[in-house]
């Protein structure tokens, strides 16, 4: 499926949500490729997929939520997180309650509906939860930041912060945008829709200022469930944040679109109706759910997830979007819904949403690739199977874990903000999280998570068998007329290698002025007169690089032994104008100030690559 296509929406039936007394829930969807609206087929068997994290006990489901950094995925699920290595997802660097990650006491703080976001400019990670603290019968909003790009490093905390009077229904909804970090939320019922807006560059620095909280227009009259367009990627992120949502107001009922602009202490909120939507009355009836039964009322309509890209066919700003509404084919069941939303021209297209006639799927969220194909993950279902993992793609759908309950014994069967991400790292990859049901009744539930591309579900793993490089920035600002990457290389097979075989590339974007280069050693243990560099242009740009600084040594450099070290070689290069590297943008570029593995500086033994993962 790509953006730029439009086709005629089709409805398919959908199991309805559930609303609870307590902000847990939201609305369901799934919407496979139209490819196998065609055609029944058989679950491929799981791949490339890890365990995630239960949360809660299992209980309930949980809502799973996941970012994807450059090397890290961190993982939510209302009261625990987890952090995972991209290259080894088969155990978590760090999992902890939240309670404990926000460093509370115990009792201190009632902390769900939480929310993790990667924000791929700052390359850094946004945490936030709807937080009663200390028993207090108002709602607040907790905010973490991390201070760098490594999740498990130190973060900035705020504890029950902006409290409202409200409880931000179904979780705060974070977006930060080139200048602004926002968190918007809304009541089901009876008050306004609130937005609070902090200055970025503030919070990214330890300091969360007072909020502007802009007027929403008609936001007391408005019943849609708004959610941030979440920016998939650095080339993504605009000054403009966007909220969509689906409902009715004073501008009809169909797709609103807020769009919040100015400055973090000015700021404005404009609505656009973006199209009617075709629903039909909303059913009346609470529909029956195979192999459970519903424990509450209809929710009603609304959007599950959004995401923002810059379309590389044309590059337009595009929304994409999915949700529920009623379903015309069958009285008491919902419907689901893709759309796509060009900013650009103001042109909202309806995609086609079909789903395999075997299984219900429900709760699913849209992700778009850098190519614009769509993606879901999502939870299936039907009379003979409890609740399982799934992902889809435009042209396939694959399990995550299946489900080995006993069918038929659990009331609940919904968990909500299930996610397909972009990889900041490769617009080709995505990365889905999801739910199952474990157990035979309401406590037994875990998630999974995995990874996928246009061809198919499962990714290939950055290859391990060398000198692995590791790396740390001494320059590591946005905006730099030098790159200053340090170095070193661990020999991690089980046999030594001649240093004269092995060469290192750092991939850059030139972004413009000079396509010529400096490069120098400034520092090396082996010694500089033993390091050689030279920086080669590509003949064809590749996915955040157009370039490569290739590092290479010398015959002096000696042997590097199994499980020895290089130890730290300092580099430096700059055009020969002088002109500014924007960073964010560079394949290879972390902020970390520490040596970390870098799978994004690929090692090459006799031209073989031997570590890490080259720019696609």
């Avoid at 907790?142 to 760098?148: D, E, G, K, P, R």
Wanted: with cysteine; proline share 5%; net charge negative.
């Amino acid at each position: 499926m790509r953006f730029g296509t439009t086709h005629v929406r089709t409805l398919t039936e959908q199991e309805p949500n559930t609303n609870a007394p307590r902000p847990r829930r939201r609305l369901p969807a799934l919407i496979a490729g139209s490819a196998i609206l065609l055609q029944a087929m058989a679950f491929a068997g799981a791949a490339h997929a890890a365990s995630g994290i239960s949360g809660d006990g299992g209980k309930a489901p949980g809502d799973p939520n996941i970012a994807v950094g450059r090397s890290d995925i961190v993982e939510v699920v209302n009261s625990q997180i987890a952090m995972w290595a991209k290259t080894n997802t088969s155990a978590p660097l760090l999992s902890e309650s939240v309670q404990a990650f926000l460093g509370t006491a115990a009792g201190a703080n009632n902390c769900g509906d939480t929310e993790i976001q990667y924000l791929p400019v700052n390359q850094r990670w946004v945490f936030t939860c709807t937080n009663g603290t200390n028993g207090a019968a108002d709602y607040g909003v907790s905010v973490a930041i991390s201070q760098t790009s490594d999740p498990t490093g130190a973060w900035y905390r705020w504890i029950g912060q902006a409290q409202t009077g409200m409880p931000f229904l179904d979780a705060p909804k974070p977006l930060a945008t080139t200048d602004k970090l926002m968190v918007y939320g809304g009541p089901d019922t009876g008050d306004s829709d609130v937005l609070y807006v902090y200055p970025l560059a503030d919070a990214l620095s330890g300091t969360l200022d007072a909020p502007v909280s802009p007027t929403i227009p008609n936001g007391s009259q408005r019943r849609f469930t708004h959610k941030a367009a979440v920016y998939q990627n650095s080339a993504s992120v605009t000054a403009d944040g966007y909220f969509v949502g689906n409902g009715c107001s004073d501008l009809g009922c169909g797709f609103d679109v807020l769009k919040v602009s100015g400055t973090a202490a000015a700021p404005t909120v404009t609505a656009t109706f973006a199209g009617a939507d075709t629903a039909p009355a909303l059913p009346s009836a609470n529909p029956v759910i195979p192999g459970g039964t519903a424990d509450a009322q209809l929710f009603g309509t609304g959007v599950i997830n959004a995401v923002m890209e810059s379309r590389t066919s044309d590059g337009h700003q595009v929304m994409a979007f999915s949700g529920q509404q009623g379903c015309a084919s069958y009285a008491t069941r919902y419907c689901t819904y893709r759309d796509v939303y060009d900013l650009t021209n103001g042109q909202l297209t309806q995609s086609s949403s079909g789903q395999p006639a075997v299984e219900d799927h429900l709760l699913g969220s849209v992700g778009v690739d850098a190519a614009g194909n769509l993606y879901d993950s999502y939870l299936y279902s039907n009379s003979a199977t409890e609740p399982s993992a799934g992902a889809a793609g435009p042209t396939w759908y694959a399990s995550m874990a299946q489900s080995d309950a006993t069918s038929g014994t659990s009331g609940e069967r919904y968990g909500d903000y299930y996610d397909a991400v972009q990889d900041p790292s490769d617009g080709t990859k995505m990365w889905f999280v999801s739910a199952y049901q474990t157990g035979s009744d309401e406590f037994g539930w875990s998630t999974s998570f995995g990874c996928g591309t246009a061809a198919g579900y499962g990714c290939a793993a950055p290859v391990t068998t060398g000198p692995k490089s590791q790396y740390l920035d001494t320059s590591a600002a946005p905006q730099v007329t030098g790159i200053q990457p340090v170095v070193q290389l661990v020999n991690t097979a089980a046999a030594s290698v001649s240093l004269s075989h092995v060469r290192v590339r750092y991939w850059f974007t030139h972004d413009n002025g000079a396509t010529t280069y400096a490069a120098t050693c400034d520092y090396a243990v082996i010694g500089c007169a033993n390091v050689t560099e030279n920086v080669v242009n590509l003949s064809a740009p590749l996915n955040e690089a157009d370039a490569y600084l290739e590092v290479g040594f010398t015959s002096g450099a000696g042997t590097l032994n199994a499980g020895a070290s290089t130890g730290q070689i300092q580099l430096r290069f700059n055009k020969t104008d002088w002109s500014s590297f924007t960073q964010t943008n560079d394949f290879s570029y972390g902020t970390n100030s520490a040596f970390q593995d870098s799978p994004h500086i690929t090692v090459y033994v006799d031209g073989t690559l031997v570590w890490g993962v080259e720019p696609s």
